[in-house]
């Protein structure tokens, strides 16, 4: 498995998802500048977060017609795996590779801080290897992560265990009380139909090195990898 | 022909403009607490080039619904005028 990790103008935790990825996870990755056409026999693309060319205009509106694009897009359409963390997650929104959008945060403050997320998808290899009903600490860092599509939309995810992670209380329960940014139904991942493509607003790149004192995300990302090579 | 587009990207009526909801707020610390329902947007301007006034209407509504707006969440509305 090769991991390629795209790098926009304004990307800032490509290094943070690097080490994760290499040092912590011992898989071979390597980086793909925006510039670029070729994704250089990656099998796993990841679009990190940052404020991707500033955020000018929205949130990864801009980043989404970087020339890599359109082979990341190329990628997904035949199956091949695309992570969006974050800024990447408004980025493959924008590109139509994900359902829905992100809004503003309904609190009107970019949030920065530790939050729970509990796996919800089965079927989606990000979170199916995980254990059910238990809260997973991962922090959050952004002021666009209101996830928002409309009610048919909203529907469908739910039908086709399209949602990957609901925010919630550490001991698991979904509450709307730990909804940090009014996302609908505290979703804070989806995948598309294809369980190819997923998106978080979470950060497990932030909370997989032991030094950091919390390993959360290094089992979310374990555990997709378990199913990778099984 | 050149002509000159000016167009409004709006939050979808249905959502939380949390902007607007601010700065309504503020009218009423302002003492204008009969100003109601902010909603703030952007507006863009850009000239274009096209043969006659339908062509540039399709080609600014082509930008809009590609780039300049998410009708996931946002509308948009342009007036176009011949460019002096």
């Known amino acids: 498995m090769k991991f390629g990790v795209v790098v926009f103008p304004g990307s800032n935790c490509d290094e943070d998802i690097v080490h994760t990825l290499q040092n912590i996870l011992g898989q071979e990755v390597q980086k793909l500048w925006h510039k670029e056409t070729d994704l250089k026999g990656s099998d796993f693309v990841v679009i990190p977060g940052g404020f991707s060319y500033g955020d000018y205009l929205r949130s990864g509106a801009i980043a989404r017609f970087s020339p890599i694009m ?46 729970f997320i509990t796996p919800q998808s089965h079927t989606c290899m990000i979170s199916s290897n995980l254990e059910f009903g238990r809260g997973y600490q991962i ?58 493509v997923f998106g978080m607003m979470p950060h497990p790149e932030r909370a997989a090195d032991y030094l950091l004192n919390n390993t959360d995300g290094k089992e979310l990302f374990e555990g997709a990898l378990e199913l990778i090579k099984a | 022909m050149k002509f000159k587009a000016e167009i409004d990207v709006m939050p979808l009526a249905a959502l939380l403009d949390p902007q607007g909801k601010a700065v309504t707020n503020s009218m009423k610390s302002l003492g204008l ?8 947007g952007k507006h863009i301007s850009l000239m274009v080039e096209a043969a006659n006034e339908s062509e540039a209407k399709s080609k600014v509504d082509e930008a809009c619904k590609k780039l300049l707006c998410n009708q996931i969440m946002e509308g948009y509305s342009f007036k176009l005028s011949a460019a002096k």
């Open chain 1, 70 to 115: 359109d082979s990341v897009i190329a990628h997904a359409n035949k199956g091949g795996y695309v992570m969006g963390i974050c800024n990447g997650f408004q980025i493959l929104c924008e590109a139509g590779l994900l359902p829905g959008a992100l809004l503003h945060n309904n609190t009107r403050k970019f949030i920065c801080k530790n939050t």
């Open chain 1, 139 to 196: 922090p959050i860092a952004h002021g666009e992560g209101n996830y928002y599509a409309n009610e048919g939309t909203i529907k469908s995810l739910n039908d086709n265990d399209q949602v990957i992670f609901r925010y919630c209380q550490e001991d698991g329960q979904i509450t709307e009380s730990v909804n940090p940014n009014g996302s609908v139904q505290n979703i804070a991942g989806v995948c598309n139909i294809g369980k190819n």
């Open chain 2, 33 to 40: 607490g009969e100003i109601d329902s902010v909603r703030i």
